[in-house]
Nanobody, 124 residues
């Protein structure tokens, strides 16, 4: 069992930045594939990016060059640094723990544990 707690969401103007954090507990963190997803009102859950235990990352095209995923294993924490935010980035953002895999996990059904989500609102 893994528990995840996200923080760092809020209201920001277009062009601004936010950093989301997700603290994990209950399992050896350094081995975990971690992912970030988001869900806007009336839409399905969308893949944002993922980071493997090795630290390698993969991001959705919609956020490449603007969002960066990183991790601090001693702190059991994964981060999502979001720059140049746009109104269309408005959503609830979730972190999740993925299944063991040598590949980047991009689908929500490949993740077993989810945080409660944190709201990000970007005003125009």
């Amino acid at each position: 069992q893994v528990q995840l707690v996200e923080s760092g969401g809020g209201l920001v103007q277009a062009g601004g930045s936010l950093r989301l954090s997700c603290v994990a507990s209950g399992r050896t963190f350094s081995n975990l594939n971690m992912g970030w997803f988001r869900q806007a009102p009336g839409k399905g859950r969308e893949f944002v990016g993922t980071i493997r235990g090795s630290g390698t990352t993969y991001s959705a095209d919609s956020v490449k060059g603007r969002f960066t995923i990183s991790r601090d294993n001693p702190k059991n924490t994964v981060y999502l640094q979001m720059n140049s935010l746009k109104p269309e980035d408005t959503a609830v953002y979730y972190c999740a723990v993925g299944r063991p895999s040598p590949y980047f996990l991009t689908r929500s059904n490949e993740y077993d544990y989810w945080g409660q989500g944190t709201q990000v609102t970007v005003s125009s």
